[in-house]
């Protein structure tokens, strides 16, 4: 039997052809999307052609042809996006769409509200893409043309009004997303001036929503006010010239539009730029400080008067912010009275606290002292009311045991500020004419610092020592025998109780330092004027020796009183006298 060679011939070694298996991945033209979407539907979890239709939605190289394609693909098949395959919508709000042609972005707008409609649970995802949108840097980029960049801004508001019809409930739910989406207070200044920007935009058609939406954008400007002392801003803009003080009234060195250093004032700034645009906006200001329409603004008057109750003034030294009811009362002299007025009743009322009586005062007081706009015979009306109230304040509190006590008496004393501080700026204007003399004696001054609750004792020293220079001028009060005693006596309550001699107060509209903004103020705004005549050396002297030299004064020297927010605004000079 012939047995078989186990050896082949070598021609007969062979190998068999070899199988090739490849995987294409699909490209972007031929993603089927319907397929993608009913793959993550059915399968236990996304596949490949699901992931491929994402990263196309992400993707940057994806061309805008390509991409308006899936989105009408998405659009048409909406019914199978559920909660359990949202990634696809994560990537849909994540397009850049102002990069994006306006093509693109009409048809991401319908996807948008089909999405919401069918699916409002994507409501609150979709308000907070746009409103990051609101302050990406592309928004105020410059390579995009200005009319482009505002048409594409101007579309994504109209996918919100068209939400606010479509879904009822949506305004309370956009309201909230903003508070959430609003950044820190140290992010980009010009990307959180940008969302103030459009928020100040969705006031105009969420009426009902409007004034929480100005609430809250005063409320992140508060922030930063309170963040950014005006001594700060001053020691950053002068860390280059050591050695040099900021005047008190001096005029600001940069030009309008420069950047401060000082980065939280910058930002604050930035957003309160848009807060005076949207106020001119609204009430159609004209020229020189012309309001063309007038129901516009007594509507927005009422909206910030309610947010200056609420938010500015109990709140103690913010800086800049309330000066936006500064610019309002610059307006039309009806503001300006409506505003005195809602002053006026916070310090008469007896139920209103202590600490916001005494707020509303000093209001007034700067408010009188620092408007251009306030007529001299306003400031003649307020001063006899102020007065009229101080003399009846005392003659309630007749009793000869009575004493100086800033804590039971404080309203009285930020009243008799006020008065003074009021004179202090007005003297000149006030004493022109014998008129004007004969208005002054019948205030009665002396008898109300003369009392024994003793004003001069409490208000505050710069302030006392410069109504005594310009009362003994003018011969209406002489009060320095006054103030020798004070100097040389001390009240044994407050010095047992350890309780302040003085009355905490500030100045709320002393010098304005922010430029971008300073263009709206300072048109309006008084700069003090030092005195002339009345300012010889020997009442520096006397000064000096009844007020600047006090032992038990809580600071060291009336030098020390001038900073901002707390100073009564005299300029002073090197020798430390007023001027």
Request: some cysteine; proline content about 5%; charged content about 25%.
């Amino acid at each position: 039997m012939a047995v078989a060679s186990i050896f082949k011939k070598s021609g007969s070694l062979k190998s068999p052809s070899a199988v090739k298996v490849s995987f294409q991945v699909p490209t972007v033209d031929d993603i089927d999307v319907k397929a993608a979407l009913k793959e993550a539907v059915d399968n236990s979890g996304p596949g490949l052609l699901y992931r491929t239709l994402i990263n196309a939605i992400k993707s940057q190289d994806t061309s805008d042809a390509s991409l308006m394609r899936l989105l009408r693909g998405i659009r048409s098949n909406m019914r199978l996006i559920e909660r359990h395959n949202d990634e696809v919508c994560g990537a849909l709000l994540k397009i850049n769409v102002l990069q994006r042609s306006t093509e693109v972005l009409e048809s991401f707008a319908k996807l948008a509200l089909d999405l919401t409609s069918l699916h409002p649970y994507y409501l609150r995802n979709l308000v907070s893409a746009i409103l990051r949108t609101f302050m990406t840097s592309d928004v105020s980029s410059e390579q995009v043309p200005a009319a482009k960049k505002e048409a594409k801004l101007e579309r994504l508001h109209g996918i919100i009004r068209e939400i606010v019809r479509l879904v009822p409930l949506s305004p309370t739910t956009i309201v909230s997303t903003v508070a959430e989406v609003f950044p820190y207070m140290k992010h980009d200044g010009r990307e959180q001036a940008s969302l103030v920007r459009h928020l100040l935009r969705l006031c105009e058609y969420l009426p009902d929503q409007h004034l929480e939406l100005l609430q809250l954008v005063f409320h992140k400007t508060l922030q930063l006010d309170l963040h950014s002392p005006k001594e700060e801003i001053e020691d950053c803009e002068d860390d280059e010239d050591d050695g040099i003080v900021f005047p008190m009234d001096g005029d600001t060195k940069e030009k309008e539009g420069d950047s401060l250093k000082h980065p939280l004032a910058n930002s604050l700034d930035l957003m309160l730029r848009e807060v005076y645009i949207y106020i001119s906006e609204q009430c159609g200001v004209k020229g020189k400080g012309q309001v063309t329409d007038w129901e516009r603004t007594k509507a927005l008057f009422k909206d910030f008067l309610a947010i200056f109750d609420r938010i500015i003034l109990p709140t103690y030294k913010c800086c800049h912010l309330q000066f936006v009811m500064f610019y309002l009362c610059s307006l039309r002299p009806a503001l300006l009275e409506g505003f005195l007025d809602y002053l006026w009743k916070k310090v008469q009322n007896p139920s209103t606290s202590t600490v916001i009586r005494q707020a509303a005062a000093f209001y007034i007081g700067s408010l009188l002292a620092r408007g251009k706009f306030v007529p001299l015979s306003t400031v003649q009306d307020c001063l006899a009311l102020l007065c009229k109230w101080a003399h009846s304040y005392v003659c309630s509190h007749g009793d000869g045991a009575v004493q100086a006590d800033v804590r039971r008496h404080g309203t009285f004393y930020a009243v008799c500020q006020t008065i003074l501080y009021v004179f202090a700026f007005h003297h000149k204007d006030l004493t022109a004419t014998n008129k004007g003399l004969q208005f002054l004696r019948s205030l009665n001054l002396e008898a109300l610092v003369m009392t024994p609750l003793n004003p001069l004792r409490v208000c505050l020293p710069a302030v006392v020592q410069r109504f005594a220079n310009v009362a003994r001028h003018y011969q209406l009060v002489y009060c320095y025998t006054l103030l020798e005693r004070n100097r040389r006596t001390a009240f044994p309550e407050a010095v047992a109780e350890n309780t302040p001699l003085t009355l905490e107060c500030f100045f709320p509209f002393d010098p304005y330092l922010l430029p971008r903004t300073g263009k709206y103020i300072h048109p309006q705004y008084r700069q003090f004027e030092g005195s002339t005549e009345e300012t010889d050396e020997e009442m520096e002297e006397d000064e000096s020796s009844a007020v600047e030299d006090d032992p038990k004064s809580p600071v060291g020297s009336v030098v020390d009183m001038f900073s901002y927010g707390t100073s009564p605004g005299f300029k002073h000079i090197h020798s430390g006298a007023l001027r």
